[in-house]
């Protein structure tokens, strides 16, 4: 993908959000080696968040609360199918299990989890880049 440039476009805020993203997943990958695991979580969710938000970039939108931006996502393009609603349902998950690493006493997040986690951002990531390459076409 292309850099930024410094106007600060609809399509550079979309280009930082998903930047945003792959630094938010890699610093997850760092935790996670470092056996950080709700650490990890914590970035993995905020690498989807991100992503989510560059999606609605694309579209002019903006939300304060990120319980408005993945119900929006949901409604838009989860459940018109636009993105797999397996996905979608990975996505809810990964909220609760970023609220629970945060805020829950004495939760215990496991490896496995934030392997998950971080694979889900990943996955997302490059399903939002793919969406945004296909639609970016269209518009030429």
Not at 4 to 17: A, C, F, H, I, V
Not at 32 to 45: P, S, T, V
Not at 92 to 111: C, G, N, P, Q, V
């Amino acid at each position: 993908m292309k850099q930024p440039n410094e106007k600060g476009t609809q399509k550079d805020l979309l280009l930082y959000r998903i930047e945003t993203a792959q630094s938010d997943i890699k610093a997850a990958e760092i935790l996670l080696g470092a056996k950080e695991f709700c650490g990890a979580n914590n970035r993995a969710y905020y690498g989807i968040y991100h992503a989510v938000s560059a999606i609605h970039a694309l579209d002019g939108n903006a939300y304060k609360r990120h319980k408005d931006a993945l119900a929006n996502f949901n409604k838009n393009y989860v459940k018109t199918e636009i993105f797999p609603r397996k996905l979608g349902k990975k996505i809810a998950e990964s909220e609760e299990i970023r609220h629970a690493s945060d805020y829950d006493d004495f939760y215990i997040a496991t490896k496995v989890e934030a392997e998950e986690q971080i694979q889900t951002a990943k996955e997302l990531v490059k399903l939002v880049e793919e969406y945004v390459q296909k639609r970016w076409a269209q518009e030429e």
